[in-house]
Structure formats: C-alpha cells, structure tokens
C-alpha cells in the first residue's frame, strides 16, 4: 500500500507514517522541514520518499502529490493531517489570524485533494483521509477559527464523498478527540486576550496516547468498505449529547419553520 502523508514530522503523521513502514507500506511523509523526516529516511530506506511541503503552496501541493505518485507508482491512502489550532475568543481574532488558520487547515487539505484526485481517478480506487477533529462536529469557546477550519472541512469532505463515490474512490472525516501529541504547547497559536474578557484557563482533557491510534488508522484504511466519518479516542458521549440537543431545538422549532415555508 502506498501513502501520501501530510505533516509527519510529528504528532499523527509521524505514528502513521512509522505505522504505515513498519508493515511494509511505502510513504511519501511530507514536512515543511526536510530535516524532521531525517529518521525515517534513516530508519526505513527507499520505503519512505521525504518530501518538503508547506500545504499552504497549492502549487507545490500539486507537484509533491505527482512527484510521489510517480516515484512509487501510484498512490492508495492520502491523509491530509497536516493543520494547528489557533487559540482566540472570536473577538480577539484578527485577520491574519483567521486567514492563517483556514490557508493551512482547510485549504491546505483541499490543495493535497485536488492534488491527488486525477491519480486516484484513474486508478478507479482509493482513500482519502481528512483529518478533522471532534471539533469538526462540536465546539467549545476560544477557538472558533479552529472550528470553522474543521467545520469547512467536514463539509466540503461530505459532499467529497458523494462526488468520487463512482470512482471507488472512499472519503474519510477522520474525527480524534484530544491526544498527548504536543498540540498545544507546539502546535498552537494564540491571539492577544482582549482585557474585557476574563483570564480564560486551559481545558483540562482526559488526553489518549497517540501510539495507540496506529492500529486503528491501519484497520480503517484496511477496511473494504470505511466509513465516512470516525473518532479516534471517547468522543461519542459528548458529540452524542450535543446532537440529541440540536435534535430537540429543531424538532421544538419544527411548526415555525413548516409556517415559514409558506
């Protein structure tokens, strides 16, 4: 099996990547430093193809996608898992913020997408694996920007899905919940607090091993027939909790929304 792998310097993409070798998978592993994919190169030879990629370049999304489609032959799972959060009250977000957020989270995914469809289209198979977040389904307060990247995703994957189904191509939200892969003290941004907020304190989160999502990621990607959307972690009970109560405030509005109609 061949992989094309988003941000795998660290966090998911390098225990994919790693889980992926190990097995005897080939990987194109990209990384906006080339340095970090050393130890792999290192590690595992001809079976990994380093890549330097900033996702937010869809120009040089689409010449790494090709590049590695041709070194190995083709390509099989695509994982677009290469994103931050941005951490800010909406008011405190400011442009720069919320553009950067959206050009590496929802845009970058889109660019390595478009990048790989025409391969995988001609293949008639493949995977597509977006990497959204229980925070692609819920949200909490401080960091909206990293939901409306995760928001968009989800979204623009859903109708993803319907469009290359034909193809036999699959199309995956894959949908972790908090885990111990550096992501806030590394992999996040923060806007300046406006003082007319109080002091916000960090969530305090039940974090999963990251180790522990390699045979998982292996099984869905094994899988003939994969899902749409998947957690990674114990997300169910809270995204189930908060779709009962959408449920509830729609089906309680249903007679006003009937009247409007007409």
């Known amino acids: 099996m061949i992989w094309f792998i988003t941000g795998s310097s660290k966090g998911f993409g390098r225990h994919w990547a790693e889980a992926a070798l ?20 290192e590690r595992f030879g001809d079976a990994v ?10 120009d040089a999304a689409f010449a790494a996608v090709r590049r590695a489609a041709d070194h190995f032959g083709g ?12 951490f800010g009250r909406v008011e405190e977000l400011g442009e720069d913020d919320v553009r950067a957020q959206l050009e590496t989270n929802f845009f970058g995914a889109l660019w390595g997408t478009q990048a790989a469809l025409p391969i995988l289209q001609a293949q008639r198979r493949g995977h597509i694996i977006q990497v959204t977040s229980e925070g692609g389904v819920l949200a909490f307060p401080g960091i909206g920007a990293y939901h409306a990247s995760k928001w968009a995703l989800e979204g623009l994957s859903e109708s993803l899905a319907q469009e290359v ?6 199309v995956t939200n894959l949908e972790p919940g908090p885990y111990a892969t550096d ?22 989160w ?8 390699r ?4 099984e869905l990607v094994d899988a003939a027939d994969p899902p749409r959307r998947m957690f990674l972690g114990k997300s169910l009970a809270a995204v189930t909790e908060v779709y009962e109560d959408r449920l509830k405030t729609w089906n309680d509005w249903q007679p006003v929304a009937v009247r409007a109609f007409g």
Not at 49 to 58: C, E, G, H, I
Not at 165 to 170: L, Q
Not at 215 to 218: E, F, R
């Open 22 to 41: 190990e097995r005897g998978d080939r990987v194109a592993a990209t990384a906006r430093n080339l340095a970090d994919l050393d130890g792999l190169a």
């Open 49 to 58: 193809l380093p890549l330097r990629l900033d996702v937010t370049d869809r």
């Open 165 to 170: 189904a034909e193809f036999g191509i699959h």
């Open 183 to 204: 992501w806030l003290s590394v992999g996040s941004r923060r806007s300046t607090p406006n003082p007319d907020y109080p002091a916000a304190g960090e969530g305090h």
């Open 75 to 86: 390509l099989d799972v695509v994982v677009n898992n290469a994103g931050y959060g941005h």
């Open 206 to 213: 039940d974090v999963g091993d990251p180790r522990a999502t």
């Open 215 to 218: 045979a998982a990621v292996l």
